[in-house]
């Protein structure tokens, strides 16, 4: 439980009518977060295995107890996150899906440049997509950015 108090100076309140002016608020829930994507949401060749989802869950576990359920598989895509959502994200009921995949392996590091931006729209389509499949399950999705440092927008 969360109790709060009002301090509204006296304004002619008796003092036993002073203080908590309303109703006992629940304490409130931790939740279940699910992280899918890709090796690097996975946290492959961070060091000492301690990539951003695992520094992520560890500061959301500490400071609000919230679960964090890393459910990335290494070489994923929108395409193969889509089709295991059901069983990998839907199955564990998160109130928040963390999605974490990226243009790599959807083939912008090894297809040809006349098909980048294919690539690139198949992508967008595909998290589209899996936006889309949180939205069914009520949970709010967060997209995450594995790629920070920018390493594909020249292709593009």
């Known amino acids: 439980e969360v109790n709060y108090t009002l301090h509204d100076g006296?304004?002619?309140?008796?003092?036993?009518?002073?203080g908590l002016r309303g109703p006992t608020l629940p304490a409130p829930r931790a939740w279940r977060v699910a992280i899918c994507g890709s090796s690097v949401a996975f946290g492959w060749r961070a060091a000492g295995d301690r990539?951003?989802?695992q520094l992520l869950a560890e500061a959301l576990q500490l400071r609000y107890g919230h679960q964090i359920v890393n459910v990335a598989v290494h070489g994923?895509?929108?395409q193969k996150t889509r089709a295991d959502f059901q069983r990998l994200v839907?199955?564990?009921r998160p109130d928040v899906v963390?999605?974490?995949l990226s243009l790599a392996n959807e083939g912008l590091?090894?297809?040809?440049a006349r098909l980048w931006r294919v690539t690139a729209r198949s992508f967008q389509n595909g998290i589209?997509?899996?936006l889309r499949e949180v939205e069914a399950i009520q949970a709010s999705p967060v997209l995450g950015d594995v790629y920070p440092h920018d390493a594909y927008v020249s292709r593009l």
């Not at 006296?10 to 002073?18: C, D, I, L, Y």
């Open 98 to 100: 963390v999605i974490g």
């Open 109 to 112: 590091s090894w297809k040809s």
């Open 51 to 53: 990539g951003w989802a």
């Open 128 to 130: 589209r997509g899996l």
């Open 76 to 78: 994923y895509t929108t």
């Open 90 to 92: 839907a199955s564990i």
């Open 10 to 18: 006296n304004f002619g309140a008796p003092p036993a009518q002073r």
